[in-house]
Each structure stands twice: as structure tokens, then as C-alpha cells.
């Protein structure tokens, strides 16, 4: 498959090329958005690989298995490359992102060096902020404005002066600040009208990360939310999305403990294996961990991390496996550890005849190295959305997400190897390639063979 081609003769469908470089804005340059630029950096420099990263590494299977093709997605799908991304954002420390990666000890000071200058040059604009939302932070590199719509309109002027100076015509954004206080939508999230007066009004309940990503939507601008905390996943976003044809996808990147739940869950649930409880906790020493400290950032993450059980085991349908589970999630800041995160797992299971058993999972995890390769797909994944025309929720994205989109008459799909193949089914949608179904019966059945 030719990826220049712009239209897909198979599919009729349309997709622009990926011309000239792609923006990337994140606001919240902190221990994630630095690991990624550091990280993409030095892949093109060719002194690291992009591990965990599907757009950089994966080959998708195309054709029969009696003639099949692995190519890999890269090549696949028209995607930007890795020497077109232009990094910008926003924090509410003046830090430039050299300083934070050193200071948040992903990656050592030495494995910085080879990329110091590309990291220096990413110095974070002003950030919005309001105490209130996070409430561990105190921002010392922020914006004033007397509504809050005049904070919208201050980040779209950053938005149109970054595209300038840098010659871009395309831009995603990808939130990377830190997880705010829990909150449900409310009579000002259900429209587009009621927001922008909210915005207007100084409505207390629209927090920072929807007014970025208000003002992403405004200028066309994809925008994904690695955050548990609403931020696009409201009604009055969803419709302003829509309508402007602009994609959008959340929540909470999926990252350590929840990555291995959504692949452990869909395994008990295959077998019919019963689940009475799974305890999960964590030890987390970097900042993230410290905003999270706060119980109500916590409330957040904690709702995120709790939801995917039930999605995955469908207790409705299977009362007497699941109908009962204890299910707990902790998160306990412990400073030693940094962004080397360890996270325990007790989970009780029961078999045949309803005998106990236990599994143990004990996963020493680095929270941004997992966490940046997710960062870089999205990207990818959101330009070639929006290049291909589609708009609104992407929930073809969800294998990315602890908590993933969808619309409101749809359950979240939380089970990891569903959400793969959502993922690599539409890619071969989008290129007009025959849907991967695994049912096999027609090299049995039909005379393929
Ligand atoms: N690392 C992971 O594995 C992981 C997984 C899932 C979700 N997340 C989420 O991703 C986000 C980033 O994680 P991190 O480890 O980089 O955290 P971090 O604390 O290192 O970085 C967050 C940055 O956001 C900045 N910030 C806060 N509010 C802001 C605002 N209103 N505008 C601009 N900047 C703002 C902070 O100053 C900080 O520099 C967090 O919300 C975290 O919960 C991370």
C-alpha cells in the first residue's frame, strides 16, 4: 500500500497527506512530556529504540494466514515523522523541559546530555491554573485574565503565534498537566452555549484542563486528555468537537497497574475463573504522586482505576463469578521510590466447585517510561484522524486509556486485546484492507486454501 497516495481507491476515502511538520502542544511539561521529548529526541538520533510504541514498532497482519503480510503500521498509514514534531506547551513553573527531566530522574543526567539542547529549547508559556483544581501546586508562571473565556482566548493566541513562528499548519495536544480535583458534569458542561457563558461568567466548575482543551477544539487543534479528571469528556466539548470536526480522546493514560489488570481480567473471564477480590495498591515518590496525595485529585484517578473490572467481567451477566468483588485501589506517596513506581496486587480467585486460589503481582514499573510511547501514538494517531476526516470521540483509541471515552449509550471497552484489535481493524478500515475476525472456519469450510 502506497501511504503517499491521498485517496484510497478501496475505500473512497480521503487522506491527506501528512505535509510539513506537525505541532505538538502539551500543556504540562513534567516528568511524562519531558521523558517523551527526551525520548523522541534521541530515537532520532538514532541512540534509543521507541519501545512501546505501536506507531514506531508494531506490524500489523494484513491478508489471509495462508498468504499473510506483517507490515509495519508506520508504513501502513500515512503518519507523521519523527523529524516533523515540533514540541511547545504550557506549565505553571518556568522550567524549561532540560531542567525538569533532571529534575523528575526518569532518565540520567548522562542520557539527557546527547539531547540537552533539543530539551532546552522547550520553555513552558504561562500556564492557566487555579489552585482549587490542584490543590498540592502552587503556580508561579501563570496567566491572568479577568473571565475566564479571556484565559481561553490567551492560550488560542498561543496557539496561532506557536503555529506561526514555526511555519505549522497541523497541531495535536496532548494533556499532560497534573490530575485535578474530581468532578461530574454539570448543567454548564451540557452545551456548547451554557460553556461559553460559563466561561464568560467564571463559572466555578470548568476547570483548567477544559479550557485548554476549549481553546485546542476552537483552533482545530486534536486534543487527548492523559488524565483521569473530565477535562474534554463533557457534552457541551463533545458537541463543540463535532461540530468543528475535531477529534478528540481520553482518559488517563493506561499505563502500569491498570495495564496489567485489563490483561490479566480478560484471561479469568476467558477461563470462567470467579474473582472475590483484587486489592491494588501502589508507592509512588514523584510529583504526580504528590498531587495525588490530595484526596481530591485522588478521587479522580481512583474512580479511573476502578471502573475497569467491571467493564472487562460483566457482572450483569455472570452474577455468580462476579456479582460480588471487592475491589480496592490505593495510591500511596512515598518519596524515596520517584518515578519508579512499585504497585502490588492481591487478587482472590475461585475455580471448579468454588475452590480459593491467589495470584500475586508485584510490578516495579517506571511510570513515564510507559507512559511515553502512549504520549507519541496518540499524536501520530490523532493527526491521521484528523487528516482522515474523522471527528469527535476517537474511542478507536481506548487501548491507550484507563478510562476510555464513548458515547453515552455505549460501555467503555476496557479489555486490552478487544481495545487492539479496535485499534488495528480501524486502521485496516481507514486503508480499505479486509477486517481481521479470527474466526478461522474458512480455511476449513471454504475451499481458500
Ligand atoms: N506517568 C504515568 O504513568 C501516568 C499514567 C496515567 C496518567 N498520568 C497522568 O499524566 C499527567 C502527567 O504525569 P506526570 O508524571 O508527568 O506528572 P508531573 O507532575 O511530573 O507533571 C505534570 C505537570 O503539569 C503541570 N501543571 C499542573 N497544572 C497545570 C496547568 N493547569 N497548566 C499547565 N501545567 C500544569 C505541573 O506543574 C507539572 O509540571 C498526570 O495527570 C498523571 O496523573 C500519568
Redesign the pocket.
Known sequence: MDASKSRNPKTNREISPPKGRLGVLL???????STLIAGVSLVKKGLGEPIGSLTQMQKIRLGKRTNPRAVPIKDFVPLANLNDLVFGG????PENAYE?ACN?GVLTENVLSDVRQELESVK?WP????HA??RK?N?THVKTGDTKMALAEALIKDIEQFLKTNDLERAVMV??????VYSEPGPVHETVKAFEQGLRDNAEEIP??MI?AYAAIKCGVPYAN????LSVDCPALIELADHLHVPVTGK?????QTLMKTIIAPGLKARMLGLDGWFSTNLIG???G???DDEGSFKS?EVSKSNVLEGILQPEHYPELYGDIYHKVRIQYYPPRG?A?EGWDNIDISGWLGQPMQIKVNFLCR??I??APIVLDLILFMDLAKRAGMSGIQEWLSFYF?SPMALPTLKPENDLFIQHLKLTNTLRLLMGEELLNHSGLDYYENELV
Open positions: 500543556p504540562g511539561i513534567g516528568a511524562v512530556a504550557w506549565d505553571i513553573t525538569t523528575s513552558p500556564g492557566v491554573f487555579e483544581y490542584v501546586l503556580g494533556w499532560c498537566g497534573s490530575t485535578e483548567p484542563s485548554y492523559g488524565a483521569p479528571n488517563d493514560f493506561k499505563t502500569g514523584n510529583k504526580d504528590e498531587v495525588l484517578k518515578d513506581k511510570d513515564s510507559l507512559a484507563k
